[in-house]
Every structure is written in structure tokens, then in C-alpha cells.
């Protein structure tokens, strides 16, 4: 029986040996934190509650000090300041996006071209139909034939050399 109180003693006394090792603090949603690492950089001195057993806590000064050590210091993104593969990919995205934008507004002009050397085609179509003098006749808005009288055809030119002008360069 001694010697069982003796080995429980022992394993208590070692528990809380390595409990001693525990950092304790306050969170910033006033949560107690209990851990065997140090707590994060964002949480206040003044919110350590325990530190572990050798741990060497900075006097106030020694704390401005080194805090003035390490603003000088500047900070260098861990892969030394290349730029990272995110980078790389995001900057092959963005090309690949301007290549197809340059490709569909290639595209659209080309369309824009081809409407036009369809229309200036028509409109020199219908400008020699006027200039030759033969009888044109429409459709009305009752379904009707009508023939266009020389007030009508001469509107009718001026619009048809209007699409010539603006079309036919």
C-alpha cells in the first residue's frame, strides 16, 4: 500500500510539473486561455496571466526597446521578396483575358466591316435602280402597290447616297 501511495505521489508531482510549463492568458473575448505555447502577437502583456517556470519577462523598458528594435527592422515576405506563383497565374490570367477581349472586339469589327460592304453594295444597287428612270413601286402600310412620285424619289435618293457616304468609304 506504501509503495502505491508512493508511485501515485510521484505521478501527481510530475503532472503538475509539466502542468507549471502552461502559459495562461485572456483573449480579446475575455475567454481564459491555457496552452504550452506562448500566447499570439496581438494579445496585450498585461493579459498574461502565468508564464512558464524560466521563462524571462521584459521590463517595460527592455519592452519599448525591443519593440523599437523590431519597427526598424523591416519585414521581408518569406520567400525573400519574389513575387509568388499566385502571381504568376493571376498575371497569365489577366493576359489570357485581354488576348480574348482583343479577339472578340477583332471579331465585332470585322462583322461591322462586312455589314457595311453588304450595305454599300445595296445602296449602289438601288442608286442605279433610281438613275436609270424606271418606274419604282412600294408596298404601303395597307398592303397596297403604290408608285413613287418624284417628291418620294427624290427623298428616296438622298437617303440611299446618305448610306453610300457613310458606308462606302
Keep these: 500500500m506504501k509503495m502505491l501511495q508512493i508511485l501515485l505521489f510521484s505521478a501527481l508531482s510530475s503532472v503538475c510539473v509539466v502542468a507549471s510549463a502552461q502559459w495562461q492568458w485572456i483573449d480579446k473575448d475575455g475567454h481564459k486561455v491555457f496552452s504550452d505555447r506562448a500566447p499570439p502577437a496581438d494579445v496585450p502583456d498585461k493579459n498574461v496571466i502565468k508564464r512558464p517556470a524560466g521563462r524571462n ?10 519593440a523599437d528594435t523590431a519597427a526598424a527592422v523591416p519585414t521581408l515576405p518569406a520567400n525573400g521578396g519574389k513575387a509568388s506563383g499566385v ?13 480574348a477581349e482583343a479577339a472578340k472586339r477583332k471579331a465585332e469589327e470585322e462583322r461591322v466591316t462586312k455589314a457595311k460592304i453588304e450595305n454599300c453594295a445595296r445602296a449602289k444597287q438601288a442608286k442605279a ?8 413601286s412600294r408596298t404601303n402600310a395597307a398592303g397596297e402597290r403604290e408608285i413613287m412620285d418624284d417628291a418620294a424619289r427624290a427623298a428616296e435618293q438622298k437617303r440611299i447616297q446618305g448610306i453610300i457616304t457613310s458606308d462606302c468609304k
Excluded: N
Design 57 to 66: 519577462i521584459l521590463a517595460p523598458a527592455d519592452a519599448a526597446a525591443s
Design 87 to 99: 502571381d504568376k497565374e493571376l498575371e497569365e490570367k489577366k493576359k489570357q483575358t485581354a488576348d
Design 129 to 136: 435602280s433610281f438613275d436609270s428612270g424606271v418606274r419604282i
